[in-house]
Structure formats: structure tokens, C-alpha cells
Nanobody
């Protein structure tokens, strides 16, 4: 079993920066890939980027304001967000898939989310 815990969400002014963390615990050797998603209130969840843990290969799906990285020794995934705008207000989730699973078919393992609120 793998447990994901996000942290770092906060309320910031437009133009500010935040760094989110997602710590994985449990059977982390079976984690194939991790990623960041977000879901604004009343909207669909969208993928921000994923990283394959062993190769370090990343797939960024957002503009250059966001970047993510991993610290494999700490089983932690980070999301650095710069120049935030009110449109970035959302619940941010960390997710993972195990070896043998895929981002297309799942199943996905999810954290509880961390709220980011950006005011103008």
C-alpha cells in the first residue's frame, strides 16, 4: 500500500510563488510514476505533469511557470509554481501509479490534496 501526502498549499497574492511537496510512504518501491494534478472548484481535474521515478523522465503539460522535481531518497515529489495568477486557484493533488499500471487506465493512487488560493 502506498500513501501520498501533499503539503505546501497556501493563500498568496498574484505574482507570488509556492512550492508544493508530495511525500510517498509505504510500498514506494512499487511506485512507477508520480504526478501533479489540480482541480479548480466546479471544474474538471487536469494533469500538470508526471515523472517516471526510476528514469527521471518528465512530461510537462503546463507552461514554464511550473516545474516539478523529485527527491527519490525522500520519496518526495515537488511542484514549484512561480508567477501565480488567480486562475491557478485550485486544489492540487499528487497521484501515483504502480508498476503494471498506466496513467491512461489507472488505477491512480491519490493524496488528499492541498489548496492553493491566489488573490489578485
Amino acid at each position: 500500500h502506498v500513501h501520498l501526502v501533499e503539503s505546501g498549499g497556501d493563500s498568496v497574492q498574484a505574482g507570488g510563488s509556492l512550492k508544493l511537496s508530495c511525500e510517498a510512504s509505504g510500498d514506494t518501491d512499487n511506485v512507477y510514476s508520480m504526478g501533479w494534478f489540480r482541480q479548480p472548484a466546479g471544474k474538471q481535474r487536469e494533469q500538470l505533469g508526471i515523472i517516471y521515478r526510476r528514469s527521471g523522465t518528465k512530461r510537462d503539460l503546463v507552461d514554464g511557470r511550473f516545474s516539478f522535481s523529485q527527491d527519490s531518497t525522500k520519496n518526495t515529489l515537488y511542484l514549484q509554481m512561480n508567477n501565480l495568477t488567480p486562475d491557478d486557484t485550485a486544489m492540487y493533488y499528487c497521484a501515483a501509479i504502480l508498476f503494471g499500471d498506466s496513467w491512461v487506465s489507472g488505477p491512480h493512487l491519490w493524496g488528499q490534496g492541498t489548496q492553493v488560493t491566489v488573490s489578485s
